[in-house]
């Protein structure tokens, strides 16, 4: 990889708690990713939780370019790219699906249906984890929107993890645990996993 893609994906642990996304991956899981950039995560679950296969998608097609650098067979690591207007894709056939810091980027009337369209193609006992930044940390919030200003150029719509878990609920999801938070640097992030029953 080289320039911004790659200075993004090798930056990201310091920012972002990947270890605790990869905590609740199952060995041998089949994975897929929304808006998993150059595909590190996918990368990480293989090599770390041994999935089956990992997939993802994501918008910027730098990223998907960026991700044949992995050189990995690609029946088990495929990353795409779909446009922004899309739905997700079928999700059928995956035992996790995630979505780490996908949501604030996603316009705020936007936010709730797309989580829901996501759901509506997962199977039964299928496990979402959500990971984004906790908008009722102001000042965490704030440095965190300067962040996507700077480096995607785009101003951002962070969400309190307690109104995920709200929308989580309406749609029949079981969440399995509290909202976890953890801070890197001046981020606040926060992780729900839930599971469709």
Avoid at 21 to 41: F, K, M, N, T
Avoid at 45 to 61: C, E, M, N, Q, T
Avoid at 165 to 188: A, D, E, I, Q
């Amino acid at each position: 990889m080289s320039g911004l893609v790659a200075f993004k994906t090798l930056c990201r642990p310091f920012i972002c708690p990947l270890d605790l996304v990869l905590s609740q991956i199952p060995e041998g899981a089949r994975l897929y990713d929304i808006g998993c950039g150059s595909g590190a995560l996918l990368y990480l679950a293989l090599k770390f939780r041994s999935v089956k296969i990992a997939h993802g998608y994501d918008v910027y097609p730098e990223a998907v370019k960026a991700s044949a650098a992995f050189d990995l067979d690609p029946h088990k690591f495929r990353v795409i790219q779909i446009q922004p207007e899309e739905t997700p894709p079928n999700l059928s056939g995956y035992d996790v699906v995630t979505m780490i810091d996908v949501l604030h980027h996603i316009p705020l009337c936007r936010q709730d249906d797309f989580i829901r369209e996501v759901i509506k193609s997962m199977d039964k006992g299928a496990k979402l984890i959500i990971k984004d930044i906790e908008a009722s940390r102001t000042l965490g919030a704030f440095f965190n929107q300067l962040h996507d200003l700077l480096l995607s150029r785009q101003w951002v719509h962070q969400r309190r993890s307690s109104d995920i878990v709200k929308v989580l609920h309406s749609t029949g999801l079981v969440v399995v645990s509290k909202p976890t938070l953890r801070w890197l640097l001046w981020y606040p992030h926060f992780q729900v996993l839930a599971q469709l029953i």
